[in-house]
Structures are given as C-alpha cells and as structure tokens.
C-alpha cells in the first residue's frame, strides 16, 4: 500500500449528503493514490477545514449556502494558491464556473454526466499540476517505463525515449546486459536476482525475461570495473549449470536494442562452441575473428560418386574441425550444415543404386536431433553416428555379388506391356533395380533413354492401326498407352515428321 504522504488529498465540498457519499464510493481512492481527508456543506465549513487538512484538491458544488463555489474558489486561490480545485455543476450554472475559470480551477464536472473515469482523468489532471506529485508521477512513469522499453527495444522496435524521465530510474553512467542460460538439461534456478546482490554501490538492474532457459538483465552502474568483478565472483555459484554472458559497456539507453542484436546475441552462441566456459565477455572473445572455410560440395559429391569414401569423409572430417572452432558463425547456419550433408549423402546413395529406404526415413530424426543440439560436439556426434550408418549400407552392398542386368528381358517386358501407364520406376520395381541406376544403365547400352524407346514403341505400334483405319486417333492414343491426346500427336509428328491424321490420309490401305 502507498505510504500516507505519497497520497494525494482531496476535500469534498457539496450541501447535498447523498452526492458526497456517492462521489465517495465513485472510485478506489487509494489504489488510485488519493485520500478523501474531509467533507464540507458549504464553503464555509470547507474554509474552516483547511488548516488543519491542508488538502491537495477540493473537489466542490457550485451553489451551497452561507458561502458558494464561486467564493470559495477566490478565497482560496488568494490565500492557498497551490490548491487545485475541480468544480462540480449542472447545465444551468455555466455563468458561475466560466467566472471560477479565471481564479483558475483545474476544470468542471457535469453532475448528470458524473462517473468513474471522468471524475478519474479530471483528478489526475489535477494532480500532476502539483508539483511534489509531478516529481512522484515522472518517477513512477519511469519504473513501470523501462521494463516495457527494454522488451521493445530488445524486440526491435524503435521507441521514443524521454531521457530526462529515464535518469531518474536509471541514473548512473554505464549499462550493462547480462545473460543466464541452462547448460544443456540443467533444471531451472530460482531466483537468479539473488546473484545480483553485489557488494557494489551506485548500480541497478531489472530482469528482462525472453524465455524459459534464458534471461537477460540490464545493469546500469557508476562501477563498472567493480561490477565485471563481483559479477564474475557472484556466477562462480552456478557455473557447472549455467553459462553467463557479459556485453561491453555503453553509455545510451537507447542503444540497448542495437548492443543486443549486433553484438549480445553473438557471445550468447560462443557457448554453443565452447562449452566448458561459464562466462563469457564480449571483449575477450571478439577480439579475434576465425576465419570461415567454405565446403567444396561439388568434389565431396564427386569422391562419393567414384566411391573414393575415405577420401570424402576425411575431407568432411576436417572441415568440421575447423566450423568448430569458428565460434562467429550462427549456430543456424553450423547445424543447417550438417543437415544439408544428410540430405545430401541420402539423396546420393540412393541414386548411387544403394537401397538406403530406411537410412532415407532415419534422416528425419538426425533432423532434429541436430536442431537440439546444445553445443557443437553434439551435432558432430549425430553427423558421425549418420555416417556409420551410411557406411554400413555402402559396406553391405558393396560385399554383394553383382547382378548383371539382362536388357534382352527388360526390352521384352516393354515391349509387351507397352500400351500399360509403364514408368521407370515400373521397370525398376519389377526387376528390383534402383530408378537411377536403371536410367543409366539403359540409355548406356541401348543408346537411348527408356523413355525414347518406349515412345518408340508405341508410335510403331500407332502406325499400324492407323494404316489398317478401324479406329479413331483419339482411340489408338489410348490403345498404344497414351491418356493425353495431344501428347500423344506431339510424340508422333516428332518420330514420323506427319501428324496422325496425315499419316493415315498418306498410308492408309484402301
């Protein structure tokens, strides 16, 4: 609850008992920061109260007897000059409020439009031209002000700052942002404030939560030296379970938002390389840089392809020794390396003619185990127990006798089943050969693809039945294996050089 001096105190003033007690029970005058010190019937009963109450705004009628509004207005201006006063009234007194104006009342109320939020806005109208409470009101303004700007500014936005009002909260020279993260499984700390009763004067703090594991709190501090200190001291506590994270210093609050995207965010992902640290400065880390290699995929893919393993996994090896210890990079971008080689390995053997179905589900979950990871070890542990897995199908295929493909039975199969909705991968099922494999396979010793000698096939067979003239086009497209009409006049001009309706009117036997 506000202290009692903290309160802002109000006198009533009205002949009519019934408005006093329902003015009284409009508002929760104390949880709005006012008190109701005393009541009056007239501007005289009001004048006697003044020295003893010495209210902040009285709140009075215009017409009572023995002393009215008006009057009680002008004395009290002369003789209490720092006295507000809000007048109450009906529609026909406008006369007598417009003349209290010029003793300089804070504003008027309607008494048939009385209610809760316009007695409210008046009375805060009234408080802030006080002077103590202004003082009081730009001080509270400034409290509930920074936990909301330090959200928006962290969130991006751009805000208007009043800098004068945010001195009075945060009054000292230097800001700091702090982070706490949980090491990997840690459970959550309660309480983590406590580690920020330092032993040093001159400094404030207000915790920013971002989200379950992680916190940041701002630290503005006359001590920075001192303070990097007894920070240091204070994280020791719970150094095995969490990492701490120290920005440089900064002398505008209003470049918090800038400190944290451009630089915080950075030394927060150095824990994702460097693990066994438990705090983290920004100074001490970015004053190196490593250099980022990049990864020839091209030749990776190709050792693979001449199945030259060893040479592409050392390679690989390597690379991911030296991303390790490229601590500037995102981590985004250290794991979405790791899962394009997956993607990449999977989609390789299987075109390689390897039957890796099942290696090609697990992917998924090296995904997202990949996605979790806490540190850099444990994303190279699931790249290498994908690897394992991988070799393991190279291995056994490899240990396979190799069976010959017998083109003479496959050539026979579409030629007999020709005029059926017959695709590679048809083939391939039915004589159990990988899709890709087979492609090439074909198109190197029959010195043409599948599906030029299918499509040769079919318009032969078109030929035929367009010289005999027992059907239509458009049933012989159908007959010869083709559901798209014009497909299938598009197939047979590009062979024949004639369109099917020509070729019948040339050759058709009559």
């Given at each position: 609850?506000?202290?009692?001096?903290?309160?802002?105190?109000?006198?009533?003033?009205?002949?009519?008992?019934?408005?006093?007690?329902?003015?009284?029970?409009?508002?929760?005058?104390?949880?709005?920061?006012?008190?109701?010190?005393?009541?009056?019937?007239?501007?005289?009963?009001?004048?006697?109260?003044?020295?003893?109450?010495?209210?902040?705004?009285?709140?009075?009628?215009?017409?009572?007897?023995?002393?009215?509004?008006?009057?009680?207005?002008?004395?009290?201006?002369?003789?209490?000059?720092?006295?507000?006063?809000?007048?109450?009234?009906?529609?026909?007194?406008?006369?007598?409020?417009?003349?209290?104006?010029?003793?300089?009342?804070?504003?008027?109320?309607?008494?048939?439009?009385?209610?809760?939020?316009?007695?409210?806005?008046?009375?805060?109208?009234?408080?802030?031209?006080?002077?103590?409470?202004?003082?009081?009101?730009?001080?509270?303004?400034?409290?509930?002000?920074?936990?909301?700007?330090?959200?928006?500014?962290?969130?991006?936005?751009?805000?208007?700052?009043?800098?004068?009002?945010?001195?009075?909260?945060?009054?000292?020279?230097?800001?700091?942002?702090?982070?706490?993260?949980?090491?990997?499984?840690?459970?959550?700390?309660?309480?983590?404030?406590?580690?920020?009763?330092?032993?040093?004067?001159?400094?404030?703090?207000?915790?920013?939560?971002?989200?379950?594991?992680?916190?940041?709190?701002?630290?503005?501090?006359?001590?920075?030296?001192?303070?990097?200190?007894?920070?240091?001291?204070?994280?020791?506590?719970?150094?095995?379970?969490?990492?701490?994270?120290?920005?440089?210093?900064?002398?505008?609050?209003?470049?918090?938002?800038?400190?944290?995207?451009?630089?915080?965010?950075?030394?927060?992902?150095?824990?994702?390389?460097?693990?066994?640290?438990?705090?983290?400065?920004?100074?001490?880390?970015?004053?190196?840089?490593?250099?980022?290699?990049?990864?020839?995929?091209?030749?990776?893919?190709?050792?693979?392809?001449?199945?030259?393993?060893?040479?592409?996994?050392?390679y690989l090896k390597k690379h991911v020794e030296k991303m390790a210890c490229c601590y500037t990079m995102e981590v985004s971008e250290y794991k979405a390396f790791f899962s394009n080689i997956i993607f990449n390995l999977t989609i390789l053997l299987n075109n390689m003619g390897y039957e890796v179905k099942e290696l090609d589900n697990t992917k998924y979950h090296y995904f997202n185990m990949i996605d979790q990871?806490?540190?850099?070890?444990?994303?190279?542990?699931?790249?290498?127990?994908?690897?394992?897995?991988?070799?393991?199908?190279?291995?056994?295929?490899?240990?396979?006798?190799?069976?010959?493909?017998?083109?003479?039975?496959?050539?026979?199969?579409?030629?007999?089943?020709?005029?059926?909705?017959?695709?590679?991968?048809?083939?391939?099922?039915?004589?159990?050969?990988?899709?890709?494999?087979?492609?090439?396979?074909?198109?190197?010793?029959?010195?043409?693809?599948?599906?030029?000698?299918?499509?040769?096939?079919?318009?032969?067979?078109?030929?035929?039945?367009?010289?005999?003239?027992?059907?239509?086009?458009?049933?012989?497209?159908?007959?010869?294996?083709?559901?798209?009409?014009?497909?299938?006049?598009?197939?047979?001009?590009?062979?024949?050089?004639?369109?099917?309706?020509?070729?019948?009117?040339?050759?058709?036997?009559?």
């Amino acid at each position: 609850m506000m202290k009692e001096e903290n309160y802002c105190k109000v006198l009533i003033v009205d002949d009519e008992d019934l408005i006093r007690q329902g003015i009284k029970h409009y508002i929760d005058w104390e949880n709005e920061g006012f008190e109701i010190v005393g009541e009056a019937s007239n501007g005289k009963e009001a004048l006697e109260l003044m020295e003893t109450i010495n209210p902040h705004i009285i709140l009075t009628d215009m017409v009572m007897p023995l002393m009215d509004g008006e009057e009680l207005t002008r004395i009290v201006k002369e003789k209490f000059s720092s006295v507000e006063i809000i007048i109450l009234s009906s529609f026909s007194e406008y006369d007598y409020v417009r003349s209290t104006f010029q003793n300089g009342v804070v504003d008027y109320i309607l008494k048939p439009k009385l209610d809760t939020q316009s007695l409210l806005d008046v009375l805060n109208v009234a408080r802030r031209r006080i002077p103590a409470f202004e003082k009081q009101r730009n001080k509270d303004y400034a409290k509930k002000s920074v936990p909301k700007l330090l959200e928006r500014l962290l969130s991006g936005y751009e805000v208007q700052i009043n800098k004068n009002e945010i001195k009075q909260e945060l009054p000292h020279s230097a800001f700091y942002l702090l982070g706490i993260k949980l090491k990997g499984t840690a459970s959550r700390k309660s309480k983590l404030e406590k580690l920020l009763d330092l032993d040093v004067q001159d400094y404030r703090y207000y915790p920013c939560y971002l989200k379950d594991s992680y916190d940041i709190f701002l630290i503005n501090t006359d001590k920075s030296n001192l303070l990097e200190k007894q920070l240091k001291k204070a994280a020791m506590q719970l150094a095995t379970s969490h990492y701490f994270f120290l920005s440089k210093g900064y002398n505008d609050f209003s470049q918090t938002g800038i400190i944290y995207k451009n630089s915080f965010l950075k030394i927060i992902d150095y824990s994702f390389y460097f693990p066994d640290e438990w705090y983290i400065t920004e100074e001490e880390w970015m004053n190196y840089r490593p250099k980022k290699e990049n990864f020839n995929l091209d030749w990776f893919i190709d050792e693979w392809k001449q199945k030259n393993f060893d040479s592409a996994l050392e390679y690989l090896k390597k690379h991911v020794e030296k991303m390790a210890c490229c601590y500037t990079m995102e981590v985004s971008e250290y794991k979405a390396f790791f899962s394009n080689i997956i993607f990449n390995l999977t989609i390789l053997l299987n075109n390689m003619g390897y039957e890796v179905k099942e290696l090609d589900n697990t992917k998924y979950h090296y995904f997202n185990m990949i996605d979790q990871s806490h540190t850099a070890k444990d994303a190279t542990n699931q790249l290498d127990l994908f690897l394992e897995e991988a070799r393991k199908y190279v291995l056994h295929k490899e240990d396979q006798p190799i069976v010959p493909i017998n083109m003479k039975r496959i050539i026979g199969y579409v030629t007999e089943h020709y005029a059926e909705s017959l695709t590679l991968t048809d083939l391939a099922n039915h004589f159990h050969f990988n899709p890709s494999y087979l492609s090439s396979y074909f198109s190197a010793h029959n010195n043409e693809s599948f599906i030029e000698f299918l499509n040769r096939i079919r318009i032969e067979k078109a030929t035929k039945l367009l010289k005999d003239g027992e059907n239509s086009i458009s049933e012989i497209s159908g007959m010869v294996g083709y559901s798209d009409h014009s497909y299938f006049c598009k197939v047979f001009k590009k062979l024949k050089g004639l369109s099917p309706s020509q070729y019948r009117r040339k050759y058709q036997i009559r």
